[in-house]
């Protein structure tokens, strides 16, 4: 497979969430798909359970690719999330692409300014604006 058509499959996975288009998502997954969200120690097992995360998630968000780099079978992914009344959020997510299907996903989700920024650090830093 081209890194093309990794790159490809995930922007056409993230156009698919965004459009809620459960069906086409479908298409693009390996039946047995596994997704690793390592910041609350989940795992979601198979294609149908990907899905209905996705689907099932309260309604008023959307989903903006800010970045995909690939390589052959492997590609790494940034999206921003604002949801309505919840806030903005951030994901990173590595994907494992085969013969044109995501076979496997580790992503880490953060809320955009979640995280308060320690004492110590406040001299050295400044707070980030978009």
């Known amino acids: 497979m081209s890194t093309t058509s990794s790159e490809d499959a995930i922007h056409a996975m993230w156009s698919r969430i965004d459009a809620r288009d459960w069906v086409g998502l479908t298409d693009l997954l390996a039946e047995d798909l596994v997704v690793e969200w390592p910041a609350s120690n ?10 209905a995360v996705q689907s099932e998630y309260p309604e008023g968000w959307a989903i903006r690719v800010l970045r995909v780099i690939a390589g052959a079978e492997t590609v790494v992914s940034e999206v921003e999330v604002p949801h309505e009344g919840v806030g903005v959020f951030r994901a990173v997510s590595l994907w494992t692409v085969s013969d044109g299907k995501v076979t496997h996903g ?25």
């Open 106 to 130: 580790r992503e880490y989700w953060i809320s955009v300014g979640g995280d308060e920024r320690p004492d110590w650090r406040r001299p050295l830093t400044v707070i980030a604006s978009d």
């Open 42 to 51: 989940e795992l979601i097992l198979g294609r149908d359970n990907f899905v």
